[in-house]
C-alpha cells in the first residue's frame, strides 16, 4: 500500500507560479525509488489527464504538450516527495491536481494504469 498527499494547490494569476509537492509513504521499508509518480488534473466536466511523470528510479520524465516548458517535476527521493513546479500558469490550467503512484504503469499518462492515488489539491488561475 502506498499513500499520497498532495499540497501546494491555491489562487494564482495568470503568468504566475505555483510548486504543487506529493508526500509519499507506506510500509517500514517503503521508498520511491521502484515507484513512477505521475500528476494528473481534472477540470469539471472534464476526463483526467496526464501532465507529467518521473520514473523515480531513473530520473525520466514525461510532459504533456499542453505543459511542456512551461512544468518541471523533480524527486527528492530522501523524503520520498515529487514536486510539480508550475510556471507561465493559463487559466486553462484550472483544475484538481493529483498524484499517482504505479510501479510499472503500461502507459505513463493514463489515469487508468495507476492504483494509488492522493485526494488532489485544486490549482485555480484567474485574474
Known amino acids: 500500500q502506498v499513500q499520497l498527499v498532495e499540497s501546494g494547490g491555491g489562487l494564482v494569476q495568470p503568468g504566475g507560479s505555483l510548486r504543487l509537492s506529493c508526500a509519499a509513504s507506506g510500509s517500514s521499508d517503503f521508498t520511491l525509488d521502484y515507484y513512477f509518480i505521475g500528476w494528473f488534473r481534472q477540470a469539471p466536466g472534464k476526463e483526467r489527464e496526464g501532465v507529467s511523470c518521473?520514473?523515480?528510479?531513473?530520473?525520466?520524465?514525461y510532459y504533456a504538450e499542453s505543459v511542456k516548458g512551461r512544468f518541471t517535476i523533480s524527486r527528492d527521493n530522501a523524503k520520498n516527495i515529487v514536486y510539480l513546479q508550475m510556471s507561465s500558469l493559463k487559466p486553462e490550467d484550472t483544475a484538481n491536481y493529483y498524484c499517482?503512484?504505479?510501479?510499472?504503469?503500461?502507459?505513463?499518462?493514463?489515469?487508468?494504469?495507476?492504483?494509488?492515488w492522493g485526494q488532489g489539491t485544486q490549482v485555480t488561475v484567474s485574474s
Open positions: 518521473i520514473n523515480n528510479s531513473d530520473g525520466s520524465t
Open positions: 499517482a503512484a504505479e510501479k510499472s504503469p503500461f502507459i505513463v499518462s493514463r489515469a487508468s494504469a495507476y492504483d494509488y
